[in-house]
């Protein structure tokens, strides 16, 4: 019905207005889904607990970053695509969250019940309350990861940005899961091996939460092979950065912050790069300490609370500090030097404040 | 370089020629992902589990009828992208077993260990094996079914073609899951309701493996809605068929033929058509008998032979047997009114003959 046809410049890049336009799409797809269940008499428990996961809380990460990619390497115009892409990485996430509290046994998300938590709650009249939780948990991630593909296809992208824009995707999915796999591998033996723990952290945390957002809002903007590249150099230190900020969260963070329960990298033995710090410099008790948990028996909150002053006594806490610097200079001296267009430094560097706080 | 343009006719339809080009699909597929593994270090063991799955067994029962579907609805020329789709499709099913077999905790498929018991088998050393086992199986399926998606892309439909097929799929994966859902629910709590059992084999069974990928074969065909009608008609009772031979060989089958351990629906307590059929004429002791796994006792190799005793003497599995026979019929009508090109005819009767057995 409109009779003004002249195209709108791209609005200026504001994080909150992507997490509201990526919530609303969430929302209606959700609402969507629940409609279907109730027609064909499927249990409403499914999209209850991914609505719960998914609409309650969240950073819309790599949604924001996403956009930000597309807005960097010059995207303007019809911002729809893009958003509908952005959505599906968070329903991607969500899969990945789901899937990963059920590996790591978590019992909180967000601050809130994990979704196998979530579904036990609902059966806990049965014996098998528990199991069941969990082999449901399985099921509504995988929903959840169907479910991201049929947001992706919503955004009817065209050929040559579908084959770019999927190429980024199925490099973004198989680095995930190989970087949770040698997480899984690596739980419960922690070692000195920082090197190791850095490698686990670059693919399931750096590409696929920084690098791969970035490159793939660019290559919906048709950005060339340079654009791509910085994006790169830019987004894999801020990756590393931002895990190695989620370690020092994980073991000194208050649960009413982190959404999860205390120091819980610590009792699961997560080989972190914080832990493997600590182990190079521990004397033999404190070595003991800081392993005991993969003799089975995982640390109580009084250990929890010696495990801590052992990561700072043996300056681990204040290196990953000191790491997490270096990389936050690395990637901003890539905008500095990339040559990327001029606008696109500004919500580059608004992007890395958000992910690790303001310099020091 | 050829010379000759001349489109050649699409070759006679062959299940053996079907199922030899996708596996051939599918080696290539797993051969180029665990060349990229050792390129970046990552762990053999993940496409070393999975080649095993895929390449060492299976009936492909999917891709053949995703290729049926597409030569019913007039497919011919190039056959190959509707081979990748295929392909695809058998991916998809690797993700669908493996985690089913963790869902179900199920220690064979197809003759050999199940993924989660053939990753503990590689880490025998470790105390945590088998927890292992199962939280990297929760990961190599999600693998699988990211990968199934690699291979849809592969095949470069144009725009027409995937909307119409990602509209299948779409509903393909969200059925399924919620189906298998269903199946949870119901596990270790049967009833003498044989129309939920049917409900539950409809979405987990009937839509997935049979209406599905011959519908989408059609798609890619360009098949119009009195095709695709009538390829629902006729497919929905052969799957429900499918599903009932699967539930009489689960009860009675070989572990040599079938592949997974003797009896397992009785063992885990499935709520199948069979077993609600039996509930409705057995006696108070042959009810405690048929349910007695519901108490958290699996029942042992005597019991297993006096519960296939009750199954024959309630009258259950010939009630069953009758069942197939109706939707065989049923499927078969089909063929004969809906007016379906005259190849489709007997092309989906040996469709049949194959899901089902000849018949009787």
Chains 1, 2 share one sequence.
Do not use: N
């Not at 309650?56 to 807005?71: H, N, Q, T, Y």
């Not at 892409?85 to 046994?105: I, Q």
């Not at 230190?237 to 895990?243: I, M, T």
Request: proline content about 6%; overall charge negative; some cysteine.
């Amino acid at each position: 019905m409109s009779e003004t046809a002249v195209p709108l410049p791209a609005p200026v890049f504001d994080p909150a207005r992507v997490r509201s336009a990526v919530e609303e799409r969430l929302t209606t797809f959700l609402d969507a889904k629940a409609q279907l269940a109730a027609a064909q008499g499927f249990p409403a428990e499914v999209t209850d607990v991914l609505q719960d996961l998914i609409l309650g809380d969240g950073k819309r990460i790599r949604p924001v970053l996403c956009v930000a990619g597309w807005r960097a390497a010059g995207g303007c115009g019809d911002e729809g695509p893009v958003l509908r892409v952005a959505a599906s990485l968070e329903m991607f996430h969500a899969f990945a969250l789901v899937h990963d509290d059920v590996m790591d046994r978590s019992a909180t998300r967000r601050g809130r019940p994990s979704a196998h938590e979530a579904i036990a709650a609902r059966h806990v009249g049965r014996p098998d309350a528990a199991r069941l939780g969990m082999d449901a948990a399985v099921l509504l991630g995988d929903l959840a990861l169907a479910w991201s593909d049929e947001l992706f296809h919503a955004a009817r992208l065209g050929p040559d940005q579908l084959a770019a824009a999927t190429a980024v995707l199925d490099g973004m999915r198989t680095e995930l899961m190989y970087g949770q796999y040698l997480d899984l591998l690596a739980t419960g033996r922690p070692s000195a091996d920082v090197d190791a723990a850095l490698r686990i952290a670059r693919f399931k945390s750096a590409k696929y939460t920084v690098e791969r957002p970035l490159q793939l809002g660019a290559v919906l903007a048709g950005a060339d092979v340079g654009v791509r590249t910085a994006l790169s150099a830019f987004g894999l230190p801020l990756g590393e950065a931002f895990q190695l900020r989620d370690d020092l969260l994980g073991a000194f963070g208050d649960p009413s912050e982190t959404g999860k329960p205390a120091a819980e990298d610590l009792r699961e033995g997560k080989h972190t790069a914080l832990l493997a710090r600590a182990l190079r410099r521990a004397t033999g008790t404190e070595r003991d300490l800081l392993t005991g948990y993969s003799q089975g028996v995982p640390p109580g909150p009084a250990e929890v609370v010696r495990i801590r002053a052992v990561l700072e006594g043996t300056g681990a806490r204040a290196e990953v500090e000191v790491m997490i610097e270096e990389r936050r200079r690395q990637a901003l001296r890539v905008l500095e030097e990339a040559g990327l267009p001029p606008a696109a430094g500004a919500i580059l560097r608004a992007a890395a404040s958000t992910l690790i706080g303001p310099a020091r």
